[in-house]
């Protein structure tokens, strides 16, 4: 895709952000962006076929791209990991708007939204993990993006309604959600260090040895992490 398409595509999202507020992603938004713009209509629909939604998605993913450009540039060498994961969490939400947010979920909690919502969700604890170094090749690639998904959903949640300075609160609510996953994830390893426990468990622990991460998965699906905004 050349860059002319893209740059539209960037200059209709952030004009958009000006409506959100007000229309929501919307089919309404999309149009005032567009005019906003100068954007040729057919352009604009080619890039956002599906109107709002796509305008939507199309935020969230920028989001991650911030969010590992940040990433990139920070030294977290010195932190322990939870708090390299939590630090992520907190770049990821630094990098949004909270009433595009706000709106956002509104539409991904539609029923015909809410796959492509939890979608979403999915691929940020995926570009997370990644990020940090995560090489994991077997159920805990599942298990670690499953518990990260509902420790980011669960703070962002509290994130829209907190009016903390600072969200001072809604970083001490993202600390504590680290510390039940890493409590979870010491219990796992205190199973696979103990030789009753895991004779015990030797059944669930052979059967979930076979389990192993997805490979070569179509772009946009679980696994994958977004390039740029829209891709």
């Avoid at 007000?22 to 890039?47: H, I, Y």
């Amino acid at each position: 895709m050349s860059d002319q398409p893209e740059a539209m595509r960037a200059a209709v999202l952030e004009a958009a952000l000006a409506h959100v507020p007000f229309d929501g992603w919307s089919e309404a938004t999309l149009n005032a962006a567009m005019a906003d713009t100068g954007a040729a209509p057919g352009l604009a629909r080619a890039l956002f076929p599906r109107g709002g939604i796509d305008l939507a998605v199309a935020y969230h993913k920028a989001g991650d791209d911030a969010m590992l450009a940040r990433l990139e540039k920070a030294d977290l060498s010195a932190l322990r990991f939870r708090d390299r994961i939590a630090s992520a969490v907190r770049f990821r939400l630094e990098a949004a708007d909270r009433e595009a947010v706000r709106r956002g979920s509104a539409l991904f909690a539609l029923p015909q939204h809410g796959p492509e919502g939890a979608r979403l969700i999915w691929c940020t604890a995926d570009a997370i993990w990644r990020a940090l170094g995560d090489r994991s090749d077997d159920i805990n690639w599942y298990s670690k993006r499953a518990t990260l998904s509902g420790v980011y959903g669960a703070t962002v949640l509290y994130w829209l309604g907190d009016d903390s300075p600072g969200a001072e609160a809604t970083w001490a609510f993202l600390d504590r959600r680290v510390e039940d996953v890493m409590r979870i994830e010491n219990a796992k390893a205190k199973v696979r260090e103990s030789k009753v426990l895991s004779r015990i468990f030797a059944g669930p622990m052979w059967l979930a040895g076979k389990v192993k991460a997805p490979q070569e998965l179509p772009e946009g699906l679980p696994g994958i992490v977004h390039r740029g905004v829209g891709q």
